[in-house]
Every structure is written in C-alpha cells, then in structure tokens.
C-alpha cells in the first residue's frame, strides 16, 4: 500500500494555471503507475472523472478527453512525487481533484485501491 498527499490546490480565474502535486510515501512508489481523478458534487468516488494517468516509468501519458491539450502528468520518482500541471483552465475544471495509484495503469477509478484525500481547485470566469 502507498499513502498519498495532494497538495496546490486553489483559487484561480480562468485562463490560468495550477500546479497540483502528490507525493507518496511508503511501498517503493516506481513500482505504480500513477493517475489524477476529479470529482464534482454529487459523484460518487466510482463516478471520478478520469484527468491523466502514467506509468511506472514516465514514459507513457494518457488523458481525459477534456483535459488533453491542456494538462500535463509528469513523476519524478526519486522525490516519490507526480505532477499535474494544468493551463488554459476553465470554470467546468472546477472540482476537488485527487490522485490514485496501483500497479497496472488504468482509466477506471473503481480498479485504484490507494487514494489521496483530495485537493480542492476553482475556476472562477
């Protein structure tokens, strides 16, 4: 099991940029892959949307259809520690915002059994 902690979370006005951080303790962290999931009012944790996912490594990326173009996942494994860096925002990017991990990578936030509690960002038009 890996523990997980969000932070950079925030207010900001649409157009702008966040940087959103997760740093992770315990089991060797570059044995997971890794993924960003946010979650609106309403939604139930199954219902997170899938934001980026990536790999053990770093080397492979992957997206939500809504994000790519605008969000970058990256990992430094030697800080134990992925990234989600996110411009261009939009009031819909409004949400709390967690971070997830297992071994195989995955899109589907019911298959990720470790979690972070979350970090909240707001998009203001």
């Known amino acids: 099991q890996v523990h997980l902690v969000e932070s950079g979370g925030g207010l900001v006005q649409a157009g702008g940029s966040l940087r959103l951080s997760c740093a992770a303790s315990?089991?060797?962290?570059?044995?997971?892959?890794a993924a960003w999931f946010r979650q609106t009012p309403g939604k139930e944790r199954e219902e997170r949307e899938f934001v980026a996912a990536i790999s053990r490594s770093g080397e492979s990326q992957f997206y939500g259809d809504s994000v790519k173009g605008r969000f970058t996942i990256s990992r430094d494994n030697a800080k134990n520690t992925v990234y989600l860096q996110m411009n261009s925002l939009k009031p819909e990017d409004t949400a709390v915002y967690y971070c997830?991990?297992?071994?195989?990578?995955?899109?589907?936030?019911?298959?990720?059994?470790?979690w972070g509690q979350g970090t909240q960002v707001t998009v203001s038009s």
């Open positions: 997830a991990a297992r071994g195989r990578l995955s899109a589907v936030a019911g298959l990720y059994d470790d």
């Open positions: 315990g089991r060797a962290f570059n044995s997971y892959s």
